[in-house]
């Protein structure tokens, strides 16, 4: 048996209220999506600071989702499957780390002297 994943592409898009679209998939499927989310790091701030902007989508022919005029766009795969975008992994992975760092047990430079006779 294989696994396959479906990878359809963006076939329309309509902006309705927000950051909230409605996104047309070229297998027929239809969904409503809050792009809020997924509208982080430096490539979105304008489209999220200036909703005219976030409007100004369009859809890549070539690749099959939505970009902007800056050229930011967001995966197909991630909006069709409800995936999150792979900077929100590295996101989590930062603050996990971080989190881990600070919970992490300190020991002062005079108490590593003295721990190893420096």
Not at 9 to 35: A, M, W, Y
Not at 54 to 65: C, H, K, P, S
């Amino acid at each position: 048996m294989s696994s396959k994943i479906c990878t359809a592409r963006v076939q329309s898009i309509k902006p309705l209220e927000g950051f909230v679209v409605l996104v047309e998939f070229t297998d027929g499927k239809k969904r409503e999506i809050n792009l809020e989310p997924y509208l982080r790091g430096k490539v979105f701030e304008s489209i999220r600071q200036n909703l005219s902007d976030f409007r100004a989508m369009r859809i890549d022919e070539r690749m099959g989702t939505m970009v902007w005029e800056n050229g930011a766009d967001i995966d197909p795969d991630v909006l069709y499957h409800n995936l999150k975008p792979a900077w929100a992994e590295d996101l989590l992975d930062i603050h996990v780390a971080q989190k881990e760092e600070a919970d992490a047990p300190t020991i002062s430079l005079s108490e590593l002297e003295k721990e190893f006779g420096i």
